[in-house]
């Protein structure tokens, strides 16, 4: 369902049943989606479908309203008024417009953005796993945008707003990026900043972008004189605190809608305490030094959209069942998009703690109605990736745990090293070294875990997990048998066969360290190991 709210006004009144999704210009005049493959425009004349050669992906309206460009069978198309042309598109599998399949592990989740002024639209081409980045006029001219791809393959980030194109470019190794702006003329690029890290770079989501004042604000992070920290600077000053763990920038802020200077950044960030995210402002500007003011202090997970004088804030927590959505105009809130729904008394709540020297994120959920003193079977839950932080204050997050809490299972969740949102040290000390720090952490976690909850029987442990998760269900089956006794590996990662980029950020290229792979490898695993190629529907004590 997509929901129209008024800021000014505070109403609100829905537009569109079923949407798969959707995308507004510059003032929220014009909105776009699609639905079912169809796509629909609404502006103040009303709604209307329009005719598209096929099924539509990734539509968008130009920042002006004026056109809309879409994504169909690997092309780029632009509709105008009643007409409809092609862009972009080649035959032979060269795919237009589209994020290719390694783009969201550089923190790029599209294929192409429009000029600011809507004349344009900065674009990538993809033939087999060559990445290019075009620019292509409305009229047919186009340019290519010229880097060095030999030496930095890898497209990261891509951002064109006020200021002109920004893209991030990062080398194989992913240990060394570029900052470059892009000249619309000509395509050629001008380094605004390097990024380096001897393991590999983490852009922070959001980054690069111009500031008010004409600078380039990229994330980073500090890693010396006891500091350990994500955080964004602009053209070499530091803007945010090394206490921050800088996750996203939402964006710029009017000067009423915070409080605040004109230009100053709305950010995610965690501030000492991983499982929860809260909401920041951050003075942009070159006078009066560092100034960062947190606008959110209530327990859990916040989010943000922004654009001028509106931001819409989310809230999710251990204490709803639904995110809390608020709009808020000039300051001020204007509306409340969804009903609060307290999570009822009955439901039972998982215990956070952080345990070990290393103080490991972690959360244990006990069955409904269950009876302390009872000894219970655990269910070890594993992440799908080496980033992905299980460990939350946010209700939804428990999902899946809930439901193997429910067939008698005490889960346990852990966060160890490799997981973001603790410190840039803590994510990357896996590197090339993965296996042995994930299944110590785990092992060493169970222990601690088990002598704070009594109830949990460690004798009968089975790991569980899908993707990554899978393969170190596995491996913690195979090297740990006294503290896992069994293990469900639902499509368990080979290390050998995953993309290129993935598995080199962690193990290196497999032609130099081929012994790492090895240690990584699924072999001799015992009987008590079961492969699914499909999510199990039961797992038996």
Not at 140 to 153: F, K, L, Q, S, T
Not at 230 to 242: M, S, V
């Amino acid at each position: 369902m997509l929901d129209v709210c008024e800021p000014a006004s505070g109403r609100s009144h829905t537009v569109a049943e079923a949407v798969d999704d959707f995308a507004f210009d510059r003032t929220g005049a014009v909105v776009v989606w699609a639905s079912g493959g169809r796509l629909h425009r609404r502006d103040a004349d009303g709604t209307a479908v329009l005719p598209t050669p096929g099924p539509v992906l990734a539509a968008r309206p130009d920042p002006t309203g004026r056109r809309i460009a879409y994504l169909h069978d690997g092309a780029l198309r632009v509709a105008t008024g009643g007409e409809d042309e092609l862009l972009a598109g080649e035959p032979d599998g060269v795919r237009w417009g589209e994020a290719d399949p390694h783009a969201s592990w550089f923190g790029r989740h599209n294929g192409w953005w429009w000029a600011p002024d809507g004349e344009s639209i900065l674009a990538t081409r993809r033939s087999g796993d060559q990445v290019s980045l075009h620019l292509l006029d409305l009229d047919g001219g186009w340019v290519d945008v010229h880097w060095d791809r030999e030496i930095y393959p890898y497209l990261g980030m891509v951002r064109w707003a006020d200021g002109g194109p920004l893209i991030t470019a990062l080398r194989r190794s992913q240990g060394h990026g570029l900052v470059l702006a892009v000249d619309r003329r000509t395509g050629e690029t001008q380094v605004h900043a390097e990024l380096a890290d001897p393991r590999w770079v983490n852009p922070i989501a959001g980054t690069p972008r111009h500031l008010a004042d004409g600078r380039v604000l990229v994330g980073g992070e500090i890693s010396h004189d006891g500091y350990d920290a994500r955080c964004l600077f602009a053209d070499g000053t530091l803007l945010t605190p090394p206490n921050l763990y800088v996750r996203r920038v939402v964006g710029r802020l009017g000067p009423g809608s915070a409080g605040g200077e004109l230009g100053d950044l709305l950010i995610e960030a965690s501030e000492g305490e991983p499982a929860e995210q809260h909401l920041f402002r951050v003075r942009s500007s070159t006078s009066g030094g560092m100034v960062v003011h947190r606008l959110t202090s209530q327990p859990g997970w916040h989010s943000a959209a922004c654009g001028g004088d509106t931001v819409v804030t989310g809230l999710r927590s251990l204490d709803d069942e639904d995110a809390q959505l608020t709009v808020w105009f000039a300051g001020n809130q204007v509306a409340e998009l969804t009903p609060r729904r307290p999570v009822p008394a009955t439901t039972n709540r998982p215990a956070l703690d952080r345990v070990t020297d290393r103080r490991l994120p972690t959360a244990v959920l006990y069955p409904p109605g269950h009876v302390f003193g009872r000894r219970l079977p655990v269910l070890l839950c594993l992440p799908d990736t080496p980033t992905q932080q299980q460990v939350r204050n946010d209700h939804d997050a428990f999902t899946a745990a809930r439901h193997w809490a429910e067939a008698g299972f005490a889960v346990v969740m852990v966060d160890g090293r490799g997981t973001v949102g603790v410190s840039p040290s803590f994510e990357k000390v896996t590197h090339r070294r993965v296996a042995d720090l994930a299944v110590a952490d785990h092992a060493e976690a169970l222990r601690i875990i088990a002598d704070k909850h009594s109830d949990l029987d460690l004798t009968r442990v089975t790991a569980y997990g899908r993707g990554f998760g899978g393969w170190l269900a596995a491996l913690l089956a195979a090297r740990r048998p006294e503290t896992v006794r069994a293990a469900v590996a639902v499509e368990p990662w080979d290390w050998a066969l995953l993309p290129t980029p993935l598995a080199e950020r962690y193990l290196g290229p497999q032609e130099l360290d081929s012994e790492i792979y090895a240690r990584h490898a699924l072999d001799d695993l015992p009987p008590t190991v079961i492969i699914q190629e499909t999510e199990p529907a039961e797992i038996r004590s």
